[in-house]
């Protein structure tokens, strides 16, 4: 490789460095002491098989300080483990159990979930929260999130839960996702601009205003999008509302996937989408990001100093980025490369995936134009 080139590589990785370390400091935070909130607020709680989490979930949620009307409402999709039984065993008027209807012809599981939530939500409510069951949110989180929703005029914020990654494969690709969004979203800008596609979200915590949220078209509006929570984002934007990711890392934390068969099977069914947008892109985008984060370290090891430059401004980024998440940065940093190749095996399998019609989750085609077989709801 030319040292022309190796040196261009080394300076990306440096500008991404730079970005990420910019938006950490610009990063919307909530106030540690949030005021209370005096409009009704609905926690919408889609399930499909969290017997495991659905009760460690809502005790968080019941848990909520600051709020003076919280309803939450948990949607059953399907599930057959229990959860059911676990939730209708909860004992609190304030929750609301909902068993959605068979999906409908193109529609998604989790988007088809939220909308029935929602639907459900109480008249009064004019603060939606969507939180997802491996989610285990603080006394503060809801009162927090909308103090930011208010004081900087946002419809739709996405507190980023901190990531709670155990074992060698969560820690090398857990990370990645806030990684990427700090490194190439420009947050103030982003924040500001009606671009859709200047956009980024994390569907685990949403907090939306309720009339922005039905003038860009619900759920409905992303019903067959594998990545609902980006797609209800660019809605809401294009119906002219803002909405920007915001620190979470004190408000919220999640484990998201356990083990490397949960991470593979997790991120294959929609890195396809989340890395380029779509097949092809994803495929260029993640050579891309081998060039500028693995080409330089490997150049490092023979000797080069642009190539020492780039690999320490790759684990500068990461560090920057954990600041923003609240996620381990040391030792984990340092591996950043070998978590880019790991990104780069699961953008294969979800490539390879999409093309052939083969991926699921939760029993499911992860394609809104693969109808899955009818299902026997719970009760």
Known sequence: MSGRLLRALAGISVAGAAHATLNAALLRRPPADPPPVTRAVT????????????????EALLDQRGLARLRVVVVDDGSTDGT??????????????????????????????????????????????FVDADVRLFPDAVAAAVAV??????????????????????RLVQPLAPWLWTTTLPLRLAERSPRPSLAAANGQFLV???????????????????????????????????????????????????????????YAKSLWASVGGTPAGALAASA??????????????????????????GVAGRVASARVSGGRA???ALAHPVSVLALDALVLRSVRGRRRGTLRWRGRPVDATRPPASETMAP
């Open 288 to 313: 891309a990001l081998t060039a500028v984060y693995v080409v330089p370290p490997v150049a490092a090891a023979r000797g080069s100093r642009a190539g020492l430059v780039g690999y320490l401004a």
């Open 208 to 266: 939306v205003r309720r009339g922005a949220y039905e003038r860009a078209g619900g759920h409905a509006a992303v019903r067959g999008e594998v990545l609902e929570d980006i797609a209800l984002l660019r809605a809401v934007k294009r119906a002219g509302g803002r909405g920007v990711p915001i620190d979470g890392s004190r408000l919220a934390a999640c484990r998201m996937y356990e083990g490397w068969a949960a991470v593979r099977d997790g």
């Open 149 to 170: 929703l208010d004081e900087h005029r946002l419809d739709l914020v996405s507190p980023w839960p901190r990531p709670l990654a155990v074992g060698a494969a969560e």
């Open 43 to 58: 926690v919408v709680l889609p399930v499909r098989d969290e017997a495991d989490q659905v009760a460690g979930c809502l």
């Open 330 to 332: 040391w030792p984990d």
């Open 84 to 129: 059911a039984e676990v939730v209708r065993a909860v004992a609190d008027p304030r929750v609301k159990f909902v068993t959605a209807p068979p999906l409908p012809a193109g529609w998604l599981g989790k988007p088809h979930a939220c909308a029935v939530g929602a639907a459900s939500a109480d008249a009064a409510a004019e603060v939606l929260v």
